[in-house]
């Protein structure tokens, strides 16, 4: 389900011209139809838990990647360090601003 709405988001992203990559919006129409359908699948449940399971190993590559870049890494690095840090507490702030506001947090604080 996941690849089918990867490959959905690639084909309505090139046949519409649209400047968002397409596994972005296969992910973007996924979680349309999720909210529309109101529970997850239980096959995609699986596989999505599979996957945070190992996302360490997502990782790697831009790791190998990043080691043969030598110079340029070293050009970029003051970039990147302050694009980390700012997408890592802007996820902090995101993640508990969602966890106040949703009814089953409220729910489970009370108890």
């Known amino acids: 389900m996941l690849l089918a709405f990867q490959w959905l988001g690639e084909i309505v992203?090139?046949?519409?011209d649209i400047s968002l990559p397409g596994p972005l919006l296969g992910m973007l129409m996924l979680l349309l139809v999720l909210t529309v359908y109101g529970r997850p699948v239980?096959?995609?449940?699986?596989?999505?838990?599979l996957l945070i399971q190992h996302l360490s190993l997502m990782f790697?590559?831009?790791?190998?990647?990043?080691f043969f870049?030598?110079?340029?890494?070293?050009?970029q690095f003051p970039s990147l360090l302050a694009t980390i840090?700012?997408?890592?507490?802007?996820?902090?702030?995101?993640?508990?601003?969602?966890?106040?506001?949703l009814p089953?947090?409220?729910?489970?604080?009370?108890?």
């Open 13 to 16: 992203s090139r046949a519409g």
């Open 69 to 75: 870049l030598s110079q340029k890494i070293y050009q």
């Open 42 to 49: 239980d096959i995609l449940d699986r596989a999505s838990n």
């Open 104 to 111: 089953d947090a409220k729910k489970s604080s009370s108890d």
């Open 85 to 101: 840090f700012l997408s890592t507490v802007a996820a902090i702030l995101f993640m508990a601003v969602l966890i106040r506001f």
């Open 60 to 66: 790697i590559p831009p790791s190998v990647g990043a």
